[in-house]
């Protein structure tokens, strides 16, 4: 069965800092990962996704993401942060069904 | 374009109550899902569609019925609510063509917060 972990319920750091939000995988195929973003009283907005080819996707807001098949990882990760990035993150997983899999979130909290 | 329009935004039933979520996009998007969304247990897909006519199950589809007579809506129908289908319930849209995989983008509604007493 195809699972998405998210090791941490929150993550704080400081403005200017980079930020890691860790993500981990178990599927039986080959995976197509996803980053979406959850602002307060808000539906879920997508940040970058993994298909295939280059490790490094970039996608929206400077976000980045490193997807690492050995670890079955799937990182997302900013240089510097800002406090507008303070929202809830869900890492996700499909591997070419219908289904896509949402891990529980991680609140990530930028202090100024 | 409006994106992913969901009504009510609120809603509170008594249990044994039914009633219908309804979800509506003008983006054409073949694929249509409906998740809940409860704390600690991220998004859990409910029922999804992948083209008027055709539907299937997700992961927790006990207690809601649904229906895809149009591409634009997919409403979800609470069957008898119960205290546990309290949450807050998503729908979603996505072009199924836009990677030629099943890697697709969903675009999500603002939310239905429910509360069954």
């Known amino acids: 069965a195809q699972s998405v972990a998210q090791p941490e319920d929150q993550v704080n750091v400081a403005e200017g800092n980079p930020l890691t939000v860790k993500c981990t995988y178990s599927v039986s195929g080959n995976p197509y990962l996803f980053w979406y973003v959850q602002y307060p009283n808000r539906g879920l907005q997508f940040l970058l996704k993994?298909?295939?080819?280059?490790?490094l996707v970039k996608g929206s807001y400077g976000f980045e993401a490193e997807f690492n098949k050995s670890q079955t990882s799937f990182h997302l990760k900013k240089p510097s942060a800002l406090v507008s990035d303070s929202a809830l993150y869900f890492c996700?997983?499909?591997?070419?069904?219908?289904?896509?899999?949402f891990g529980a979130g991680t609140r990530l909290f930028v202090k100024a | 374009n409006a994106g992913v329009t969901q009504t009510p935004k609120f809603q509170v039933l008594k249990t044994g109550q039914s009633m219908t979520l309804q979800c509506a996009q003008d983006?054409?998007?073949?694929?249509m899902s409906w998740y809940r969304q409860d704390p600690g247990m991220g998004l859990r897909l409910i029922h999804y569609?992948?083209?008027?006519?055709?539907?299937d199950q997700g992961e927790v589809p006990n207690g809601y019925n649904v229906s895809r007579s149009t591409t634009e809506d997919f409403p979800l129908r609470l069957l008898s609510a119960a205290p546990s289908q309290t949450s807050v319930y998503f729908c979603a849209s996505a072009p199924w063509s836009d990677s030629g995989t099943s890697a697709i983008t969903q675009y999500f509604g603002p939310g239905t917060r429910l509360t069954v007493l």
């Open positions: 569609s992948v083209g008027a006519g055709i539907t």
């Open positions: 993994y298909i295939t080819g280059d490790n």
């Open positions: 983006m054409n998007h073949e694929y």
């Open positions: 996700a997983v499909n591997t070419g069904g219908f289904k896509t899999i």
